[in-house]
């Protein structure tokens, strides 16, 4: 069984930065594709950025040049650096595990950025 838990949420000015963990629980860390998923109220949730075992990193348009993801397989951890935070970055935040057809997530941390 895998467990994801996320920390590092909170509440932010626009233009600051948080720096959001995910600790993995499990041998299959370092055979996955780790991703930060966002939901924003009323919205349906989306990819943020993924790194795949190799370190390959994938991001959304709008987080590009602000967000960085990356992962340590010594400590099955993955992390996402935020910068120039934007109120529209505002949602909770969802550590996401994938290997082939199983899918694993944690249980979401909320950040928000507001003045």
């Known amino acids: 069984q895998v467990q994801l838990v996320e920390s590092g949420g909170g509440l932010v000015q626009p233009g600051g930065s948080l720096k959001l963990s995910c600790a993995a629980s499990?041998?299959?860390?370092?055979?996955?594709?780790m991703g930060w998923y966002r939901q924003a109220p009323g919205k349906q949730r989306e990819l943020v950025a993924a790194i795949t075992s190799g370190g390959n990193t994938n991001y959304a348009d709008s987080v590009k040049g602000r967000f960085t993801i990356s992962r340590d397989n010594a400590k099955n951890t993955v992390s996402l650096q935020m910068n120039g935070l934007k109120p529209e970055d505002t949602g909770v935040y969802y550590c996401?595990?994938?290997?082939?057809?199983?899918?694993?997530w944690g249980q979401g941390t909320l950040v928000t950025v507001s003045s």
């Open positions: 499990g041998s299959i860390f370092m055979i996955s594709v």
């Open positions: 996401n595990l994938k290997i082939s057809a199983f899918d694993a």
